[in-house]
C-alpha cells in the first residue's frame, strides 16, 4: 500500500484546514488508517483513526474540532480540521496498517497554525 498526503499549509488560529491522504496498491487488505502528527522536537503521536467498518477514535486534544472520514470509491482518507490551535501545528502523516501485521506511511504535510 503507497500513500500520498496533501492539504497542509498555513492557517490562523480558529482556522480549518481538510488533509488528504490518497491509497494505492493492495487497498483490499487495508483493516485501518489513520493520522499522526508530529511537532518539532517530540515524537509522532496519534492523531485519529479510523476502520474498515468506518468506526473512529479520536485523541482527547481534537475530540469535537477534527474529524477523520474515508471515501472507498475514491481510496482517499480526510482529516478535517476546524477550530485549529498554534498546539496542531506539526507534520501530519497518513497511515494504513494492512494485510497481518503491514504499516504504511505517507510522506507527511506540514501544518502551521500561526495565533
Known amino acids: 500500500v503507497q500513500l500520498q498526503a496533501c492539504g497542509g499549509g498555513l492557517v490562523q488560529s480558529g482556522g480549518s484546514l481538510r488533509l488528504s491522504c490518497a491509497a494505492s496498491g493492495s487497498i483490499f487488505n487495508i483493516n485501518v488508517m489513520g493520522w499522526y502528527r508530529q511537532a518539532p522536537g517530540k515524537q509522532r503521536v496519534l492523531v485519529a483513526i479510523?476502520?474498515?467498518?468506518?468506526?473512529?477514535k479520536y485523541v482527547d486534544d481534537v475530540k469535537g474540532r477534527f474529524t477523520i472520514s474515508r471515501d472507498n470509491a475514491k481510496n482517499t482518507m480526510y482529516l478535517q480540521m476546524n477550530s485549529m490551535k498554534p498546539e496542531d501545528t506539526a507534520v501530519y502523516y497518513c497511515m494504513a496498517g494492512w494485510g497481518p501485521s503491514n504499516v504504511s506511511w505517507g510522506q507527511g504535510t506540514q501544518v502551521t497554525v500561526s495565533s
Open positions: 479510523i476502520t474498515s467498518d468506518g468506526g473512529t
